[in-house]
């Protein structure tokens, strides 16, 4: 997976973090692509780094701040050598169809500079292909300087200058984690979404700009914005579970999926509308001060 002299095609960058469980299966799904691997590690204690380098791949140290801020900084001080990069988390796979679908993109990429891949889920073993989320489209491999990730704080995707295409074969994201750990992390990651949510702080043509008619990424973020955070807290949430589990049939993803869509579609979302009533209570108990006015006064 190495340069070793020879021009590759595609840069892979992963972000990792104690992923020594994980990272075996996603590189591995690799084999046979035409591309040079980076690790972006923020410190793993366990076996990951040495893994990696098992691999071949080249291993970078950067403090993690979050997950924007670290892709950015792998697109912006690595060395590239390649015309293309794609991005992974160590959690994910590509399945043998799209692996071959990118090279055969590569081989013959027309006008496009950046191309959707469809995730698919794996939960405590099983694959999730209901409810509205399979596939899930996320921008993930891009001509290198033209594209970036955007500054969100929770739910980052990458933006591409040009026109974008889609490709086939499928990334699967394979939850490998226990409920405890997985519930834990979504709790952590709640409490961005209330701050992103609260605060806004992407700047103009920072994010991805949310369009009805626009790519299956600006179509959920339109949906997002405009259907779904303007219905009162808490409805929303439990009519998001009936949406995903009943109309889109996610009942048919069996029990695994029951605990899926129920956590991950109502529970999740229930999380975040507490802590944004939480904070709206806060706010309300104790105003910020506002400044006063300097006291008028003669001179002499």
């Avoid at 035409?34 to 098992?54: L, N, W």
């Avoid at 140290?61 to 924007?68: A, L, S, V």
């Avoid at 808490?234 to 695994?256: K, P």
């Amino acid at each position: 997976m190495s340069i070793d002299g020879v021009s590759k095609s595609v840069s892979v960058v992963i972000l990792t973090l104690n992923e020594a469980v994980n990272l075996p299966q996603c590189l591995a799904s690799l084999k046979g692509l035409d591309c040079e691997v980076f690790i972006v590690d923020s410190g793993s204690t366990d076996r990951t780094v040495e893994i990696a380098r098992s691999f071949d791949a080249s291993v970078v140290t950067h403090p993690f701040e979050n997950y924007g801020a670290q892709r950015n900084w792998a697109l912006e001080n690595l060395n590239l050598r390649t015309p293309w990069v794609l991005h992974l988390d160590a959690d994910e796979r590509l399945s043998p169809a799209l692996r071959d679908s990118i090279a055969r993109a590569l081989a013959d990429p027309q006008d496009h500079q950046g191309f959707l891949v469809g995730k698919s889920v794996i939960f405590m073993g099983r694959q999730i292909r209901h409810g509205g989320l399979f596939p899930s489209y996320h921008l993930r491999l891009f001509r290198v300087g033209k594209g970036r990730c955007e500054d969100r704080l929770y739910d980052q995707h990458f933006m591409v200058e040009g026109k974008v295409g889609s490709l086939r074969g499928e990334l699967f994201d394979v939850i490998a984690s226990d409920l405890t750990s997985w519930i834990a992390r979504h709790n952590r990651w709640s409490d961005l979404e209330v701050r992103e949510v609260l605060n806004q702080s992407g700047q103009p043509g920072t994010t991805v700009e949310p369009h009805l008619d626009g790519t299956p990424i600006e179509r959920r973020r339109w949906l997002r914005n405009s259907f779904y955070y303007r219905m009162p807290l808490f409805v929303r949430a439990f009519f998001y579970f009936i949406w995903r589990y009943f109309i889109r049939l996610g009942f048919l993803d069996g029990r695994e999926g029951l605990i899926f869509h129920f956590l991950h579609g109502c529970w999740y979302r229930f999380v975040v509308d507490a802590k944004i009533y939480e904070a709206t209570i806060k706010a309300l108990q104790n105003p910020r001060p506002q400044p006063q006015p300097a006291e008028s006064g003669q001179v002499g």
